[in-house]
């Protein structure tokens, strides 16, 4: 273009619309270095203070899907299905999910990423498999997609480019809470994913990104007309994370939930989470027409063992062994465990979520930054729920740490995040909505 970029910045600055040429010059630019980062971030202030309308915003969404590779998968036969969460504690949503999916006939080739701060990874959680390998090539993932409905695979380098400076400079300069970043950021990793359906898991709550129910909602219904926009079948789900969603937090004790979940154990929001989201994925593949049918077709698939026999096919193909499956002890194990009990009798009226996921990742579960290394053994397993009535010899938790000094610290953290009180207190309500678009209109349903 045969302008200065300050002058693009000026505009966005003064509130107005950039077009779809002159946003594809800046992520251009971006990715090749003619326009400095320090005009990048002027631009991002800019967009945080005056937004983005659903245009610019799914056409920024598009720049960044295109900025690296693009995966093909044309080679998947079926309706190609990929599922994101914005992120949460506890959230072992997607290995359960997977396996049960793909062993009623769903394809799933889903590409995850690592942990931050006290947010868990899914790549993480199966490194801690013996032998599993979470960097296939793209003709193996092929491969075990095709032949098995689903394989989980570390995001690659290149894909969504632009996506990596961007996040790097929003991290830096104050701008990464703004609806249109996030939305752009996530929606074009999961555009140049190549799926045909992005089945959407929107957190909000204290161990959420997004911290109130509005906000949560406000960013799914923009990510359904991103998706939508950009010819991807996109439906949002917003979903409570006010507390961490499972019991059991850090790697290795996420990879024990999972499978308890698989043997129809689960803990009921983690479970309720999974089986929504298979429902709208089998009713998206063509699988089935209605939700109570997807959801018997789940609900079978754990009680006939067919989805616990699909996660220990998986394992197997990604070069895992999948004897944990049985016996948990040969999963990385900690030296220490200690019990935490209730400081008195009462209810549990609120069990802060990001207080769990950061007492976790000081044990050495989760990063503070993306350089460090984690511990797959450590974590801890909840024993509550809020609502629950416990006494003052109530067991609420168990911690699993390196050392005992670690293990006393975790103690303390966890009972400053679990509040009893002396007044009943209501449950969370899982799943708060549904988010969808008919007839070019993006449509919301309270649960």
């Not at 971030?41 to 295109?66: D, P, Q």
């Not at 006290?118 to 090539?137: A, M, Q, R």
């Not at 996530?186 to 109130?212: E, H, N, Q």
């Not at 009893?420 to 349903?445: F, H, M, N």
């Amino acid at each position: 273009m045969n302008r200065n970029f300050a002058e693009l910045i000026e505009q966005k600055k003064s509130g107005g619309e950039l077009s779809e040429e002159e946003i594809s010059w800046w992520i251009d630019g971006l990715v090749s270095g003619s326009i400095p980062d320090y005009q990048t971030s002027a631009m991002l202030m800019a967009i945080y203070f005056r937004g983005m309308n659903a245009h610019e915003t799914s056409w920024l969404t598009h720049c960044i899907s295109t900025s690296g590779d693009v995966i093909d998968l044309s080679s998947l036969k079926g309706v190609k299905c990929d599922k994101h969460s914005s992120g949460g504690v506890a959230d072992t949503v997607s290995i359960p999910l997977i396996a049960i999916a793909a062993s009623c006939g769903a394809v799933m080739p889903k590409m995850s990423g690592r942990g931050l701060g006290h947010s868990g990874g899914t790549i993480d959680k199966l490194e801690s498999i013996p032998g599993f390998d979470v960097n296939l090539t793209p003709l193996a993932f092929m491969e075990i997609v095709n032949r098995l409905g689903g394989a989980i695979m570390a995001q690659t380098g290149d894909v969504a480019v632009a996506d990596k400076k961007l996040y790097a400079l929003r991290d830096v300069t104050a701008t990464v809470d703004s609806v249109p970043l996030i939305a752009s950021s996530i929606m074009g990793k999961k555009l140049a994913s190549g799926a045909d359906v992005i089945v959407l898991d929107v957190k909000w709550g204290s161990g959420a990104f997004m911290s109130s129910e509005s906000e949560a909602i406000e960013l799914a219904k923009t990510m359904v007309g991103i998706g939508e926009d950009n010819g991807k079948t996109t439906v949002a789900y917003v979903t409570d994370m006010n507390e961490p969603l499972g019991n059991a937090v850090g790697n290795a004790l996420e990879i024990v939930e999972a499978v308890q979940v698989l043997k129809g154990h689960g803990p009921a929001k983690l479970v309720d989470v999974i089986l929504t989201l298979c429902d709208e994925i089998l009713m998206q593949s063509g699988i089935v027409q209605k939700r109570e049918d997807a959801r018997t077709m789940a609900m079978n698939a754990i009680a006939n063992g067919n989805a616990l026999q699909r996660f220990a096919d998986i394992v197997r193909a990604q070069g895992g062994d999948p004897a944990f499956i049985d016996r948990p002890e040969v999963l990385p194990q900690a030296a220490v465990r200690l019990p935490v009990y209730a400081p008195r009798s009462g209810f549990v009226t609120s069990i802060d979520a990001k207080g769990i996921g950061l007492a976790a990742m000081h044990l050495g579960a989760g990063r503070r930054t993306k350089e460090d290394v984690i511990d797959l053994a450590v974590g801890l397993v909840l024993d509550v729920k809020t609502g629950d009535t416990v006494t003052a010899t109530h067991q609420i938790a168990t911690v699993y740490a390196r050392t005992d000094d670690d293990a006393r610290t975790c103690e303390q953290e966890i009972l400053g995040a679990i509040v009893v009180g002396q007044a009943p207190v209501p449950r969370w309500q899982t799943v708060v909505a549904k988010i969808s678009r008919a007839d070019g209109v993006v449509t919301y349903e309270r649960s």
